[in-house]
């Protein structure tokens, strides 16, 4: 596989991670344009922990989950009352002011190699190299990026299958109907903040090692807006959907270079239209419970096997 | 501090132009059209590719962004809110906003470049000082006021704008008392993008110039003056639009222009998490609640 195919593949893995963060908060009912802030708090974190903290990549990762999910966790807490539009202005003035602090943000080392290093305001975050140095190349990187992507989606759907993936729908669905039966709509509108933050989190820990190098017009507006137009177009039925609508930018605007030059007034058209006629994506719960019906009766005739596994196959 | 007040009341007012737009459309059809910023800088766009080819003054450029802004403006209602039901409040949002990156490109495609010249409408006169304020300046802050009282007589005088107050009050109520809602809806659609015609004519004949950046500003600064000053509320969008330039001039006369911008979102996200009824909730308690409620 030659090196645009790559770069093409590790893009779609990273952005999947935000779609995904979208996604989370959509079934919850909040449609954020912030998500990008959380992707970029995650570069920064994981960038920092490798570069000057000299930790392994995999507690990087791990430490940029937590602090994006806090963050998000936190900001989740203070919009609690807001619905709707409100709620997406908050988290875009939210996202655009880390962007901001960002750029104001500076920690100049001096690395062992005694060249300066660190986060450096508005010029970015340069030579966070841990998977160069260690010779990884870019095929490892990929299986990586699709690694951790892979443990995501099953944490997703894991959880859905559970009390939390029901709860957070009945809360997007209809937040005063599911108080009535009992459901405590603003612990689960903070759990699922917390869980995008540190989704986007993940991918931005992965970007910035993939890119070696961020600046904080990297995590603009236009960067969460996508992910949330990919889940909304793919589907919010499952996990799988918002991956479905990565696959349908990249693959099929971008890379097919038919819409080249064009290619926001195809993909503005496409999403405006998709959402008249299926305002809940491709895979919306619709089809998924439609698939898992018909999983379901072909399962009879091999009964051990779940009928969940249709769904992450379809 | 007080030097600051002329500038920041100069630009407030341009905001506050632009904010009018969004709260109209917001008060009635309880929507949000960020296409609404792109809508205007095509119109914008389109004026000045004619006038690249026929030539023509401010009054021909104002008449030509008015028409294109208005039929971008039906075209951004029948694909991103007629369709949608009113429960899909937000999905009709999603889309407005995939519609400006449309329209966005669309204007880059037709005339490429950083910053286009534009004709002032003022002339010579625009750059004459009166007590600290630019003359220009001192017409756009005009214009606004003029159009919020134009608005209000509209509202309270006309028979069309009984018609709106009775849909603001109740779409179901107003359908049985045989108002037609669906063309009501579409002429405040028509009339708010009219109304960003005639700002963006203004604003950027004071610039001197638009830029590519233009949809992004109008549509940032006008939501941000719309929800400060209470989304819904004609006076609140002015009053928004007025603090948002005073608290931007301030903020950035001592700090620079990235604490400018850090300030005014910080203002915002404080405003939408503490009161999320702005400015409105100082005059109108039970009104702006139930701006707040319904989205």
Redesign the interface.
Same mark, same amino acid.
């Given at each position: 596989m030659d090196d645009y195919w790559l770069g093409i593949l590790a893009n779609m893995g990273l952005l999947s991670f935000l779609a995904l963060s979208s996604y989370v908060l959509l079934i919850g009912g909040a +449609?954020s344009f912030g998500q990008q802030a959380f992707f970029g708090i995650g570069a920064y974190a994981a960038g920092m922990a490798t570069v000057l903290g000299a930790v392994p990549l995999g507690v990087a990762l791990a430490l940029a989950a937590v602090v994006g999910g806090l963050a998000a966790g936190a900001l989740g807490a203070?919009?609690l /009352?807001? /619905?709707?539009?409100?709620f997406?202005?908050?988290s875009l003035?939210?996202a655009?002011?880390v962007r901001?602090?960002l750029?104001?943000f500076s920690l100049r080392v001096v690395s062992s190699e005694g060249r300066m290093t660190g986060p450096n305001g508005?010029e970015g975050f340069r030579g966070i190299r841990y998977l160069y140095e260690r010779g990884y190349g870019p095929v490892d990187f990929v299986l990586l990026i699709y690694g951790v992507l892979g443990l995501v989606l099953l944490a997703l759907w894991l959880s859905e299958r559970r009390r939390f993936g029901l709860t957070l729908r009945m809360a997007g669905e209809d937040p005063v109907l599911a108080r009535t039966l009992g459901v405590d709509v603003r612990k689960a509108r903070i759990a699922a903040a917390a869980a995008a933050g540190a989704i986007a989190a993940l991918g931005g820990g992965l970007f910035a090692h993939y890119n070696t190098y961020v600046e904080p017009s990297n995590f603009g +507006?236009m960067l969460g807006?996508h992910g949330?137009?990919y889940a909304?177009i793919g589907g919010l039925g499952a996990p799988v959907g918002p991956l479905l609508g990565v696959g349908i930018d990249i693959l099929l605007v971008e890379a097919s270079r038919i819409f080249h030059?064009? /290619? +926001?007034?195809a993909?503005?058209?496409?999403?405006?239209?998709f959402?008249?006629f299926r305002?809940r994506g491709i895979l919306d719960e619709r089809l998924v419970n439609r698939l898992r019906a018909w999983a379901g009766r072909a399962g009879r005739h091999t009964p051990d096997q779940p009928a969940g596994e249709a769904k992450g196959a379809s | 501090m007080l030097m600051t007040l002329p500038a920041g009341l100069a630009l407030g007012s341009s905001y506050a132009l632009l904010a009018v737009g969004f709260t109209l459309v *917001?008060g009635v059809l309880r929507r949000?059209n960020l296409a609404y910023g792109a809508t205007v800088m095509l119109g914008i766009y389109g004026a000045l590719w004619v006038q690249e080819r026929t030539g023509g003054g401010p009054v021909l450029m104002l008449l030509i962004v008015l028409i294109v802004t208005v039929v971008i403006g039906i075209y951004v209602e029948k %694909?991103?809110f007629a #369709?949608?039901s009113r429960r &899909? &409040?937000?999905?009709?949002?999603? &889309?407005? *906003?995939? !519609?400006?990156?449309? %329209?966005?490109?669309?204007a880059t @495609?037709l005339l490429p470049g950083h910053a286009l010249p534009f004709p002032s409408p003022f002339g010579q006169a625009s750059g004459l000082d009166v007590a600290g304020f630019r003359l220009a300046h001192l017409l756009a802050l005009g214009c606004a006021l003029s159009v919020c009282a134009g608005f209000w007589a509209l509202l309270y005088r006309t028979g069309f704008g009984l018609a709106v107050r009775a849909l603001i009050e109740s779409r179901q109520a107003a359908a049985c008392a045989g108002i037609d809602v669906p063309r009501i809806s579409a002429l405040i659609f028509v009339l708010a993008s009219a109304l960003g015609a005639v700002a963006g004519w203004i604003i950027v004949g004071i610039d001197g110039q638009v830029t590519p950046m233009f949809a992004?500003w109008a549509t940032l600064k006008g939501?941000?003056a719309a929800?400060l000053g209470g @989304?819904g509320s004609l006076p609140g969008a002015v009053a928004g639009g007025l603090l948002l330039g005073v608290v931007e001039t301030v903020a950035q006369r001592s700090f620079g222009p990235? !604490?400018r911008? %850090?300030c005014s979102?910080?203002l %915002?996200?404080a405003v @939408? &998490?503490l009161c #999320?009824s702005g400015l409105s909730a100082l005059w109108s308690a039970a009104g702006a609640s139930r701006a707040?409620e319904e989205?």
């Open positions: +449609m203070a919009t /009352r807001l /619905r709707g539009f409100h997406s202005v908050a003035a939210a655009e002011a901001i602090s750029e104001l508005i +507006m807006v949330l137009a909304l030059g064009y /290619r +926001m007034v993909f503005g058209g496409i999403v405006a239209v959402l008249i305002p | *917001f949000v %694909l991103c #369709p949608h &899909a &409040a937000v999905t009709s949002m999603a &889309a407005s *906003f995939a !519609v400006w990156m449309q %329209l966005e490109e669309v @495609l992004m939501i941000i929800i @989304l990235q !604490v911008d %850090l979102y910080l %915002l996200f @939408l &998490a #999320p707040a989205t």
